[in-house]
Each structure stands twice: as C-alpha cells, then as structure tokens.
C-alpha cells in the first residue's frame, strides 16, 4: 500500500515501533474494543466474514464490554488500542483516559430512549410531570441511556435527577427488573429497547432526537497508540467505512448478517427491529465523516460538548471539557488523503 509522501515517515515510523506486533501471516495485530450486540458494531462483523481486515494487513484482536464506563477503563492498562463507543463514555475516556475521537460510529438519538410499560403509557403522555415526578427510573449512568433520559424528563418540565429515584443498572438488569414490574421507567438504548417492547409491552415514551439531544456514537483510540501508529488507526477507519457502505448498498444482506452477529450474544430480535436499527440510526461514508468532523466549529465538537455539559451537571465530570481537545479528524483525514484506502473505504 502506497502513501502520499507526506505520510510516509510517521508511517515508517509507526511500524517499527516495538508496541506493533506481526503476526506470521504479514498482517499487524490491532485490539479492539465495543459492546456487543450494537448495530454500530456490525461493519466488524462484516469485515470479518468478507476477509477485509486482512487485505489492508490487519489482525484484529476483539474485546467486549457491557457497557461504556468499564470499556474505557480498561484503555488505562492499554487493554485494547482502537474502537467504538457510546459519546457519554467517549468524554469520560477523554477526560479521564486520554482517549480521542476518531470518527462517528453512528446518529443513535432516536434508539437512546426513555420506555414506560404500554398500559401506562398514555396516562403519562398525558401529564407526564405529574405521573412521573418521584418516580424509579432504572438507567445505566453515565452512558447516552442516561443522557437521553434526562433530557426527556427535563423537556417534561421536572429537573434531573432531583424529580425522579434513579437506579443505576446495567442494560441486561433494567430489562429483567422492568419486565418483573420494577421502575417506572427505563433508560434504554438500541436493540435493549427491541427487546423491552418484545419482552414487557413497552413503550418508547421519549428519544434523545424528540429532546433534542443528540447522541453521536463515537470511534476512538487511546491517544498515544494513534499518535504512534497512525497508518494502522487510517487502516482501522477504512475497514470500518466500507462495512458502512456495504450496509447501504446491500441493506437485505446486512440485516441477515445483523441478526446472525446479534445472535452471536443471545440477543434475537425480529426482522423488524432489525430494519429500524437501519432506519433510525445513520451511518457516515468518509466524506460525511469529514464534513462532520472537520472545522474549528465542527458538528461533532458540538454533538459531544452537549455530552459534556450532561455530565457536569451530573457531577461526572468536574469541568466541561472541550471536545476540541480530543475530537480529532487528522486520521479520517489520512484515510481520505490516501488514495489506496479512500478507494477501499469507498468499496471501490
């Protein structure tokens, strides 16, 4: 593979460093890190069957999280380089870990919601401050579930969290508690919310999109792996945009392999709820990517300075961070200005 000259010596720089490991077959190991089960996650699985991982010599070595917090904890031990994650756990990684943003995984405002059971549903609708002032919302702090749900009950007219009982749950547990008759309310993201309304009657009351509150999914990196490697992040991002591409131009294969790589976690889902996940959570080519992430005043500096401000007012974080410091467009760049992975994430 070919690079621009302006390139090459951070590049040839890169691959002798002692932290990139080989393997037998030529391709160079990469660890990466999500959460299973996520529709933003899919371009892996593609990648996996369709052998693209290998073409651009790469190797890629999987870690899972339930959640966001754990995942980018787990940067600290260099437990993994690259991945995808939720944007509340994006800016706490960054705050916390040094962890940068790289790219945008998906537009998940619509699937990061705020359930209530069918039969209650339009008693709230109704007068949602007075049915849900003082009320168990069980949410996975510190994650986009949590950001959405705040901003449903605070577009309401009740404050967050000081107007409802909130209980901190992993995804799995709010489903088993809701479904048991625990809570009032669920803060959920997508498939969980597939699941909820399949398993317990539920309803989606409120999104972040209907609150206005805008949940970008974000790729991300430890700083100093990128900073080091930055031919391989370029490598990573472009297997990642040809599964978007893929996924637009063969939306019946995507949702087979969709409910085949959910399946892989226990999670089965109707086709249904497999096409909205299409629908409703919108994927980036490269050049969406850099129209979003490029600017002194870019769209996702401001999707994730949203996300900032949530979580200093949830005491998270001390100070708002600005996401200038860590949203960092320089390796969709690099895939763009060269023309080889330009081609390849382009499915050309």
């Known amino acids: 593979m070919t ?10 720089a890169a691959l002798t460093l002692p932290g990139v490991a080989a393997a037998q077959d030529g391709t160079t190991e990469i660890k990466v890190s999500y959460q299973p089960a996520l529709y933003w996650a899919l371009p892996y ?8 991982w290998e073409d651009v010599g790469l190797a890629p070595s ?6 966001g917090a754990p995942q980018v904890a787990a940067a600290a031990a260099g437990d993994w380089d690259l991945g995808g994650t939720g944007s509340a756990p994006a800016v706490l990684g ?24 069918g039969d209650e549903a339009e008693a709230i609708r109704a007068d ?3 049915q ?3 009320q168990r919302l069980l949410v996975t702090t510190n994650s986009t579930g949590e950001y959405a749900s705040a901003a449903c009950i605070e577009s309401f ?5 000081e107007d409802v009982e909130v209980v901190n749950l992993n995804q799995g547990e709010i489903i088993s508690a809701f479904a048991s008759g625990t809570g009032k309310m669920a803060g959920l993201w997508a498939p969980n919310i597939y699941t909820l309304q399949d398993r317990a009657g539920a309803e989606l009351l409120c999104s972040g999109q209907d609150a206005g509150a805008i949940v970008p999914g974000a790729l991300i990196a430890r700083r100093d792996y990128a900073e080091a490697n930055p031919e391989l992040v370029a490598r990573y991002l472009a297997v990642f945009l040809r599964g978007v591409e893929y996924i637009r131009d063969n939306n019946d294969e995507a949702v087979a392999m969709m409910a085949d790589f959910y399946a892989l976690t226990g999670v089965e889902l109707p086709e249904e709820f497999l096409r909205q996940e299409i629908a409703l959570r919108p994927m980036f080519t490269l050049d969406e990517q850099l129209e979003i992430m490029e600017g002194d005043a870019s769209t996702a500096v401001e999707w994730f300075n949203g996300l900032g401000g ?3 007012s949830t005491g998270t974080l001390e100070s708002e961070l600005d996401a200038a410091t860590f949203v960092d467009p320089t390796y969709m760049r690099l895939v763009a200005d060269t023309p080889e992975l330009a081609a390849f994430a382009r499915g050309e």
């Open 94 to 117: 960054a705050a916390r870990f040094d962890i940068i943003t790289i790219g945008i995984t998906n537009n998940e405002s619509a699937t990061n919601a705020m359930m209530v059971r």
């Open 45 to 52: 699985y593609i990648a996996d069957q369709m052998g693209w």
């Open 62 to 67: 999987y870690s899972t999280f339930p959640s």
């Open 157 to 161: 007219g009740l404050n967050y969290p």
């Open 128 to 130: 949602p401050a007075g």
């Open 132 to 134: 849900l002032r003082g």
């Open 310 to 312: 949530y979580m200093t």
């Open 3 to 12: 690079f621009k000259r302006s390139h090459a010596l951070l590049v040839a």
